[in-house]
């Protein structure tokens, strides 16, 4: 039988079912475990009680991200609360002997730029970290997903967890991105057209011409925000950008074994004719640079659009959703996204930080600097290896002279969980992938867009149209 | 995890669609290295006046009014009833942690976000999808009647109203029967262990790559 990708990878996994019908419960095989600060502990802990061990050490790699300061660190964390997490996170991992990047590892970063940059994720890997944007790493064709605490300990505890096959989704888009348009573009195009739930109970997979000529930067920004089109997984199919890129990184496989993987590997595809349960396809042509508006990454449109208007919407709950996401945010319907006025800049994330966003960014502000409105322009590197990798590039010099700051490495004010946050009231254009409510703060407004996007919006103190500029 | 039987609550409303993970609990209580207490940072932002962070004695806080779960008609409430797409966004289980630290039990919703659906299983909070005209009949109902209790029975499968209406809503097995027993899902897939040594075994042959 025909095949996608993700059932490929689904009977890969399956160690047990629990009845002969194929959607019954599944005992699933796990090949690596991403372990992080905020959702760890309580797993770590439960497992002590219980009088249990990890199931396989070699398959953990952990790293603390989200309260890791972004200024010096030579003084360490200053909130005892979010040291104590970090300080359990090291405890655990030197205890139980699990590989970790500490704060202080110039390996240290994001846990999805990690896992990647490292060649801990590998492609027809089961890919899992208590973390929803584990989504990421479905770019090297792997089924990799976010789970809970609970999970956290029932992958330490047995490498499995239980559960039931998704539905499977392609989303295809064809054809040639405009100059200035991005991956993290197609992908807010996706959930304004399909909506935040609009993939919940299915497994995506990325495909079309345009995905193919995305580089792997590109592909992990997509496969990032399917959990924020509401599906646990984002996939794209292996090809030779993806061999290209594992190859030679630490913890990738070399000599015979890279040999033995390869034919594997490019068998990680959809067979022609495999059936998907649903198909959507979008015109890479047509995309155009994307703003949020709202409280949902769903409430998007286009550089060149305006707010739009409650009023026309005729679904009561939809149009008390946007009224009251028009409050939030402090903005009139039928404004022009370009009359949109900021005070803070960030680019950073698992969704934006690596060293392509960086130099995008960069592109755009060489030699100028940042409006006068605008209180605060930070840059985040993805990892400590970005960071290096941007500073022999000459970028931190870039955004330095531009006025923007130049930070450590860490989740930073995606989710504002150390320091770095907006105050109420404050509006940010972020190249992160949540733009809910008092997400970056409380009482902060977040627009999500490219990093090209953002560093645009720096120069110009309001929403700009990167197509009209020359870099 | 406590089995779940068969209880009659009282339901409060919360009518807005896409309930995200940070509105439940935001970030700041994350840092909390426990797995209880979070009930009283449940909807923090939208429940309390001021701002807050982990620590704060909310007796001493400011009440949000407004804030449908601080009407004195919904004080006690087990069931949550909600609008689609409700958990959407992160993976923390801080989550359902903080709805069932509060006191709830069940949420009825058209539509749940994988995750946190999948969360609430593994901690014995159970999620009920009905259809969106029937949650539209029951936020009604709620609205309309000050102490509208309904009965949850997961063995029957379905949410009885006091006038003996009933709205099958749909379980998987082999949750339903955790649920119903309080099993311990790591003790059960323990029960595989050989299981799972031979697959790894075989994968370690096919794929020596993963285990280097």
Known sequence: MKQTLYDKLWHQHVVHQESADPNSMALIYIDRHLVHEVTSPQAFESLKLAGRRPWRLNSILAVADHNVPTTDRSKGIHDPISRLQVDTLDQNCDELGITEFKMQDVRQGIVHVIGPEQGATLPGMTVVCGDSHTSTHGAFGCLAFGIGTSEVEHVLATQCLLMKKSKTMRISVDGQLGFGVTAKDIALAIIGKIGTAGGTGYAIEFAGSAIRALSMEGRMTLCNMAIEAGARAGMVAVDDITIEYIKGRPFAPRDDLWDKALPYWRSLHSDEDALFDRTVTLEAAIIAPQVTWGTSPEMVTTIDGNIPDPALVADEVKRHDMQQALTYMGLQANTPIQQIYLDKIFIGSCTNSRIEDLRAAAGIIKGKHIATNIKQALVVPGSGLVKQQAEQEGLDRIFREAGFEWREPGCSMCLAMNDDRLTAGERCASTSNRNFEGRQGPGGRTHLVSPAMAAAAAIAGHFVDVRGLNG | ?212
């Not at chain 2, 006038?163 to 749909?170: A, G």
């Not at chain 2, 059960?188 to 697959?199: D, G, P, S, W, Y």
Request: aromatic share 12%.
């Open chain 2, 1 to 212: 995890m406590n089995k779940f039987d068969t209880f009659t609550g009282l339901v409060a409303p919360l009518d807005r669609a896409n309930v995200d993970t940070d509105a439940i609990i935001p970030k700041q209580f994350l840092k909390s290295i426990k797995r209880s207490g979070f009930g009283q940072n449940l909807f923090d932002e939208w429940r309390y006046l001021d701002h807050g962070e982990p620590g704060m004695d909310s007796a001493q806080r400011q009440i949000n009014p407004d804030f449908v779960l601080n009407q004195s008609r919904y004080q006690g409430a087990e069931i949550l009833l909600a609008r689609a797409n409700f958990g959407c966004g992160s993976s923390r289980e801080h989550a359902p942690w903080s709805l069932q630290d509060y006191g709830f039990r069940v949420i009825i919703a058209p539509s749940f976000a994988d995750i946190f659906f999948n969360n609430c299983f593994k901690i014995g909070l159970l999620p009920i999808v009905l259809d969106s005209s029937i949650v539209d009949r029951l936020f009604e109902a709620v609205k309309q009647a000050e102490g509208y209790r309904l009965t949850v029975d997961l063995q029957k499968q379905a949410v009885v109203t006091a006038d003996d209406q009933e709205y099958v809503f749909e379980v998987d097995i082999f949750r339903k029967h955790c649920l119903l027993n309080g099993l311990d899902e790591i003790g059960l897939t323990l029960q595989h262990a050989e299981k799972i040594k031979q697959f790894e075994q075989k994968r370690r042959i096919e794929q020596p790559w993963l285990f280097a």
